[in-house]
């Protein structure tokens, strides 16, 4: 009856060792049922631990902020724009990219479950999963701001994307000063997940040495 | 349904807790779950909605003590067993027991090194869409207890339409084996006191993805 | 606040599985619970309010986990530490570490013979009634983080006045220390297909009661 | 992570156990604090476990059902009329009895917590305090109804009443047919609990034998 003990999310002791039990008998089954191929499933992962993740939604910001024409193809159609560039993990029909300014900050969430736009950001982060932000970013998104230290003018307009279908949210943060002449490689290396989901900022030159 | 997933707007979780330098799993298991569910909906097994509402039909408490990815492997097992691809017997073995249910496909090693592409949800039209950016729409008050995309804290909701992303599948049917159903899609954007009363953080405005028989024009 | 307790119309909790021949307490510890909270209740060291706000406070994950008196044990150990009448320290060596701090009065075993009488909640009147029966009203789109008993089903909803329960101690006030701040209190019914649309039962009528400040005329 | 392991409301093993302990450890506080008395709490306990209970309810609906001049009196103001019985345990200001008929058929529910006529019908019953009770019986009380055996005709106006304020309410159910001339005493033995929170209806003659 403690308060605090339920929190699943970061529990990995003994009942892990139960789950990864069931989660072995369900690849056994499917595998020897013939629907599945392991070594097909080793190479999702793999795909997921190197080359998908938000260097990929990086490069595409980093291109939008040096590039006018790309940017203004990437805020009218994202999807199509993302394919030009020829990505790791292809992007599919459905990415939207919007475009944050000193009047207006985009979030995006997923109150229904824990959509994300894999494609270009990689897996979503647990925080994103959690039942914290998909109940309070549409209704305290500052609350929810402050929680990552992020703290925006009192008459900024906050906008948050409930990703309630298959449209898939990719927020371009504002170019941080003190970045004239950079060459996208090294502002690529200001964009983080955060700035990309609108729960962060891009880093200031300052911060990247 | 107006299920415990729905949970936008609820009070009482707690603070946001970012993970400095978070891998991209906790566990191994964790990622055989995500390659499963990719691979058997690559295989053609069931849809992401049929996904989505086996989650939705866990039993809240599990549903909001269960980790993500623990989430998924039990959906998984619900999917499998009501679609008639294993039973309980073989999930509790550990076995096959029986013989397949025949798959459209199988995900090989090659297919994912090519770049595996997401599905588009676009679908031939019916007729034309109903409403245009600029519009204002009601949302409507319904609560089918089957899955749906409308969340409840945005029922019966005076909002504006700002995009149209064109005709995609229905999830509230295709969840139930009622097909694609093709509507037309809209971002409709609300006022956060139009959500949450007047005492709102009046710089807030929401935004949701709403399928046409989601909506009224007000 | 729109916490987990404001469970009305929430779908997926299964059947109601009523016990045959239950007893007034399936553990002894279930009613020194129930005892010690009408005793504290007595005392005067909270109202019920409070107790209910408490409640509402535990995590989501523990509130539907837990027990009826579990829940009410973990809000008793709540106000007893956020009021100071004990401290978490003392909670854990199960013993009195510190001095008490003063209750108005205690409860004894002969005021528990003569028979408790529950308190009365209606406070004198600051102004008129604003609605009689028969009465059009509209409840409030309201989410206060604090504690409320207007539930979220029946928010922003159209209803008629059916009674006038005379005024009342205003929980919303009361459960924050804020005072009694006496309201009116009405029993408004609603149509089923008003709160759950189109495909409600059509028989259905549900009735909240509803303080003034939760209601506007309509 | 098995689907079925989170129902504590019926569990009572080894984690009651950790309950009991804390459960010790608070009385124990608040004794030595000098808050409550232990005499105090086995009086209110004895009195939930011999005095108070459904029958007190049992007895107000036997005698509405005798006495035409007390129903009329119940139906007006409830908390007035019980207390006029003398109850063992005295009902307090805000009682209201709501009465079935053929046509309209009344069910009681507190979807915010679990309040209850305790003075008139002693201790909720653990569903009457679940989460299925408390989510469902404002949606879909025929469903309620029928998880309870009870099948209402199609033409029934159902009426919950969600006790959302300190007002409690009790039903008053249809007096069975074939119990003309029966005393207030023997009537009472039809009157049951759930009749009285309306998920239930009174017992038929032949069903007390």
Redesign the interface.
């Given at each position: 009856m403690a308060e605090h003990d339920h929190d699943h999310d970061h529990q990995h002791g003994s009942e892990l060792s139960e789950t990864q039990l069931r989660v072995r008998a369900l690849e056994t089954v499917l595998t020897e049922k013939g629907y599945i191929d392991p070594a097909a499933l080793d190479a999702i992962i793999e795909a997921y631990e190197t080359k998908v993740g938000p260097h990929n939604g990086a490069r595409v910001v980093a291109k939008a902020w040096s590039d006018p024409a790309f940017r203004r193809d990437l805020l009218a159609d994202a999807s199509k724009a993302v394919s030009a560039l020829g990505h790791e993990s292809r992007v599919g029909d459905h990415l939207v990219a919007v475009e944050n300014t000193p009047a207006l900050h985009n979030m995006i969430v997923c109150t229904l479950c824990s959509c994300y736009p894999w494609e270009v950001l990689g897996l979503p982060p647990v925080w994103y999963k959690s039942a914290p932000y998909r109940s309070r970013a549409v209704k305290d998104p500052r609350g929810v701001l402050a929680d990552f230290g992020v703290s925006l003018p009192k008459d900024t307009e906050i906008r948050v994307w409930d990703s309630t279908a298959e449209t898939r949210f990719l927020v371009l943060p504002m170019r941080p000063p003190g970045t004239d002449g950079w060459s996208e490689e090294r502002l690529a290396r200001l964009v983080t997940r955060d700035s990309m989901i609108g729960t962060g900022l891009a880093k200031r030159p300052e911060e990247v040495a | 349904?107006?299920?415990?997933?729905?949970?936008?707007?609820?009070?009482?979780?707690?603070?946001?807790?970012?993970?400095p330098n978070?891998p991209?799993?906790?566990?191994?298991?964790e990622?055989?779950?995500?390659?499963?569910q990719?691979?058997?909906g690559y295989?053609g097994?069931w849809q992401i909605d049929m996904s989505?509402f086996a989650?939705?039909?866990?039993?809240?408490?599990?549903?909001?003590?269960?980790?993500?990815y623990?989430r998924w492997?039990?959906a998984?097992?619900r999917n499998?067993v009501e679609r008639g691809?294993?039973d309980a017997e073989?999930?509790?073995?550990?076995?096959?027991l029986r013989p397949?249910k025949p798959?459209k496909r199988?995900?090989?090693?090659d297919?994912?090194?090519q770049?595996?592409?997401?599905?588009?949800?676009?679908r031939q039209a019916q007729a034309p869409a109903r409403f245009k950016p600029g519009d204002r729409v009601r949302t409507?008050?319904?609560?089918?207890?089957t899955h749906t995309?409308?969340?409840?804290?945005?029922r019966?909701r005076l909002g504006v339409v700002q995009?149209v992303?064109g005709c995609?599948a229905f999830?509230d049917t295709v969840a139930i084996d009622k097909g694609d159903n093709p509507q037309w899609?809209y971002?409709v954007?609300f006022e956060?006191t139009e959500?949450?009363?007047?005492?709102?953080?009046p710089?807030?405005?929401?935004?949701?993805?709403?399928?046409e028989p989601y909506l009224d024009p007000a």
């Open positions: - | 349904m107006d299920g415990i997933h729905d949970m936008g707007g609820m009070d009482g979780f707690g603070k946001v807790e970012p993970e978070e991209p799993f906790h566990a191994a298991w990622g055989r779950v995500l390659a499963m990719r691979a058997m295989a097994a989505r989650q939705e039909r866990l039993p809240p408490q599990v549903y909001i003590t269960a980790s993500y623990q492997a039990l998984m097992e499998l691809y294993a073989e999930l509790a073995a550990g076995h096959a397949a798959l199988k995900l090989t090693t297919v994912v090194r770049g595996m592409t997401r599905g588009s949800f676009y409507k008050n319904i609560h089918p207890p995309r409308l969340p409840r804290y945005a019966g995009l992303h995609h999830p899609l971002t954007v956060g959500l949450w009363g007047a005492e709102a953080d710089t807030l405005k929401v935004s949701i993805d709403a399928f």
